[in-house]
């Protein structure tokens, strides 16, 4: 037979100043979810660098109760550095202690941050709607055939990580001329182009830098040729990997030219400097 119902609003929800029953509900289910049991973190592996050294940033969400998901995720700019993404698909779920609690871990962001400048840097504060699903008594029929007399409800929890501050030293004075900002460990392997040539033919001057650093800011050296020398512009080559390590791989430089009088000519080598962090000093490589 057909059913009418009446839906009135409860004395709570009319009283002045009760803020509505919809307000309170949310304040009850609230009530069930702890100031830690969800968490946004970063953590750093290094403070204290020079302009140009890497700093990873992993960001983690930590939860004691189910997660439904994540939502309005905004990360910070990371305001004087340059960001090299890394790849986090690998990464599941993990047990982990944190301020004497047991929470369930997971890397949800991992960065390299070269800083550009030298000075006080901030990595601002990441913010996160995480929503999380807890358990309320259920209004319905506590028998257990209707669901045990509990419910699931979406709770949403707007978290943000700490802000960090990183001191960036410069690099210290007296760096080479050969040195345009390379900072890490490198190698530098050079074809040399024939020492016979006929007049007017073409050669390639080759130089190869590898190792690991701030790669992609590695520009071609600088190589002289006779002034009777036509010279074209470099071509660029690299294969360049991103992980927890830092950058790595090589860059790769191709002079092209044209030896255009016949004699006899000195080449000077090519010189490539860097700065390593490790031995906090330059190191300049020969041809």
């Given at each position: 037979?057909?059913?009418?119902?009446?839906?009135?609003?409860?004395?709570?929800?009319?009283?002045?100043?009760?803020?509505?029953?919809?307000?309170?509900?949310?304040?009850?289910?609230?009530?069930?979810?702890?100031?830690?049991?969800?968490?946004?973190?970063?953590?750093?592996?290094?403070?204290?660098?020079?302009?140009?050294?890497?700093?990873?940033?992993?960001?983690?969400?930590?939860?004691?109760?189910?997660?439904?998901?994540?939502?309005?995720?905004?990360?910070?700019?990371?305001?004087?550095?340059?960001?090299?993404?890394?790849?986090?698909?690998?990464?599941?779920?993990?047990?982990?202690?944190?301020?004497?609690?047991?929470?369930?871990?997971?890397?949800?962001?991992?960065?390299?941050?070269?800083?550009?400048?030298?000075?006080?840097?901030?990595?601002?504060p990441a913010e996160i709607t995480a929503v999380a699903q807890v358990i309320i008594q259920s209004r319905r029929s506590l028998d257990p055939f209707?669901?045990?007399?509990?419910?699931?409800?979406?709770?949403?929890?707007?978290?943000?990580?700490?802000?960090?501050?990183?001191?960036?030293?410069?690099?210290?004075?007296?760096?080479?001329?050969?040195?345009?900002?390379?900072?890490?460990?490198?190698?530098?392997?050079?074809?040399?182009?024939?020492?016979?040539?006929?007049?007017?033919?073409?050669?390639?001057?080759?130089?190869?830098?590898?190792?690991?650093?701030?790669?992609?800011?590695?520009?071609?050296?600088?190589?002289?040729?006779?002034?009777?020398?036509?010279?074209?512009?470099?071509?660029?080559?690299?294969?360049?990997?991103?992980?927890?390590?830092?950058i790595s791989g090589y860059r790769q430089f191709e002079y092209p030219f044209i030896a255009r009088a016949e004699g006899t000519y000195d080449v000077?080598?090519?010189?490539?400097?860097?700065?390593?962090?490790?031995?906090?000093?330059?190191?300049?490589?020969?041809?």
């Amino acid at each position: 037979q057909p059913l009418t119902i009446e839906v009135i609003a409860d004395e709570a929800s009319v009283r002045p100043g009760a803020g509505g029953g919809e307000k309170q509900a949310g304040e009850a289910r609230s009530a069930k979810l702890g100031a830690d049991d969800l968490l946004v973190r970063v953590a750093v592996n290094r403070n204290n660098v020079f302009k140009g050294q890497p700093i990873r940033a992993t960001f983690k969400i930590y939860t004691r109760v189910q997660l439904g998901g994540l939502d309005n995720v905004k990360y910070p700019a990371f305001n004087g550095f340059w960001v090299q993404d890394l790849d986090v698909q690998g990464y599941g779920w993990q047990r982990e202690t944190l301020n004497g609690k047991v929470y369930d871990a997971k890397i949800i962001r991992e960065v390299l941050l070269y800083p550009q400048q030298a000075g006080t840097l901030v990595i601002e504060p990441a913010e996160i709607t995480a929503v999380a699903q807890v358990i309320i008594q259920s209004r319905r029929s506590l028998d257990p055939f209707f669901g045990g007399g509990h419910d699931f409800v979406n709770v949403p929890r707007k978290v943000q990580s700490p802000r960090i501050n990183v001191t960036v030293k410069p690099l210290p004075a007296g760096a080479p001329a050969s040195f345009s900002g390379a900072v890490g460990s490198f190698t530098m392997d050079a074809v040399l182009p024939p020492d016979r040539l006929a007049a007017n033919s073409a050669a390639t001057y080759t130089v190869k830098i590898s190792g690991t650093g701030n790669l992609t800011f590695v520009q071609a050296p600088k190589l002289t040729l006779p002034a009777s020398f036509e010279q074209y512009n470099v071509k660029t080559t690299e294969s360049i990997n991103a992980s927890a390590a830092g950058i790595s791989g090589y860059r790769q430089f191709e002079y092209p030219f044209i030896a255009r009088a016949e004699g006899t000519y000195d080449v000077e080598p090519v010189e490539f400097s860097y700065f390593d962090p490790a031995r906090m000093q330059y190191m300049t490589l020969r041809s």
